[in-house]
């Protein structure tokens, strides 16, 4: 991922929807990995704040943000010169509690928490204004500060609006999914939560339902930076085949599975999809792949895909 975006990297809050692409990518070249495919899953975090930085703002952000934290070091370090006090402890406490961040950013998630995220800028902002001296801060002029006081409360307003009609529409879709799977009816809050992982999944799958595979691959194609997880690849595929678009199904159904290869399911709609399609050499492959998979944890639904895939294996094995 960071030698494809070095620079700039591959956009804020992307992470989780580009690996999912990029793991697939690396099954579909190295299928002969079993090791690593029986323990490989959906991967929502790096797990390292560095590295998340470095994938979504590129070399740019990363060295703008190793820059901050010299900063800060360097600022606590002359801190220890404090007469006051209060200014001495309020300068180590706010320290601590960025480096303590830092700190568990390197096994954790913190800046994907939202009450961390803020701890940490509030912190930060503490510490700047005990630490710098104020002679070397530009000061705003009367009117600078009104026109920015003014942005602010307008984009406050803006956002409070915005706020008030995602919160509608999230009461709508739970609405929706207790009632109706109506596709027409999911539409009018499309453009509103169409930002949504799980309510792409909700209405694309309403789409499936309701025939409307065009319309389906349309918005899924539209959204090609969410589909993080293999059961929206699964979806797209159905909505391929269901269209008539047979390669991209097929190449869907691929993406799903070497996206998390250890799941029974994606495979077994896969074996489904060639068996329909006449393609019976291919879908007995599957289905052999699928019987010679280690089970990680038993369940009847494991039990019952395993069964189904023995006689979808035997009904292949005689049209040849």
């Not at 560095?50 to 952000?61: D, N, P, S, Y």
Request: proline share 3%; with cysteine.
């Amino acid at each position: 991922m960071v030698m494809d975006n070095p620079i700039i990297g591959v956009g804020y809050g992307n992470f989780e929807g580009q690996y999912g692409s990029y793991q697939a990518k690396y099954f579909a070249n190295n299928p002969h990995n079993s090791q690593v495919a029986e323990m490989a899953d959906i991967v929502r975090y790096p797990y390292n704040i560095f590295l998340q930085i470095l994938c979504e703002q590129g070399v740019i952000g990363l060295t703008l943000f190793l820059l901050l934290l010299l900063l800060i070091i360097h600022l606590a370090v002359n801190s220890v010169k404090h007469k006051n006090k209060f200014k001495l402890f309020l300068s180590l406490a706010t320290f601590s509690s960025i480096i303590s961040i830092c700190v568990c950013g390197q096994t954790s998630y913190p800046f994907d928490i939202i009450p961390v995220y803020i701890i940490f800028f509030i912190s930060l902002s503490i510490f700047i204004g005990i630490n710098v001296n104020n002679s070397s801060i530009v000061i705003l002029k009367a009117k600078a500060t009104t026109v920015a006081i003014s942005s602010m409360i307008i984009l406050g307003c803006y956002f409070l609006v915005l706020s008030n009609q995602k919160f509608s529409a999230y009461k709508r879709w739970r609405y929706l999914s207790f009632n109706s799977m109506d596709s027409y009816a999911i539409s009018n809050i499309y453009p509103i939560l169409q930002g949504d992982i799980d309510f792409l999944h909700f209405y694309s799958k309403a789409l499936l339902k309701d025939g409307e595979y065009l319309k389906g691959i349309a918005i899924m194609e539209n959204s090609k930076k969410l589909l993080a997880y293999p059961e929206l690849h699964l979806t797209l595929a159905q909505l391929y085949d269901g269209a008539g678009q047979y390669k991209n199904a097929e190449s869907s159904f691929k993406t799903a599975c070497n996206m998390v290869p250890n799941r029974f399911h994606s495979k077994y709609l896969k074996a489904k999809f060639y068996y329909h399609n006449k393609q019976f050499i291919k879908a007995a492959e599957t289905a052999k792949q699928i019987l010679n998979m280690k089970v990680k944890i038993p369940s009847k639904t494991i039990d019952k895909i395993k069964a189904d895939t023995e006689i979808l294996l035997l009904q292949s094995q005689k049209q040849l």
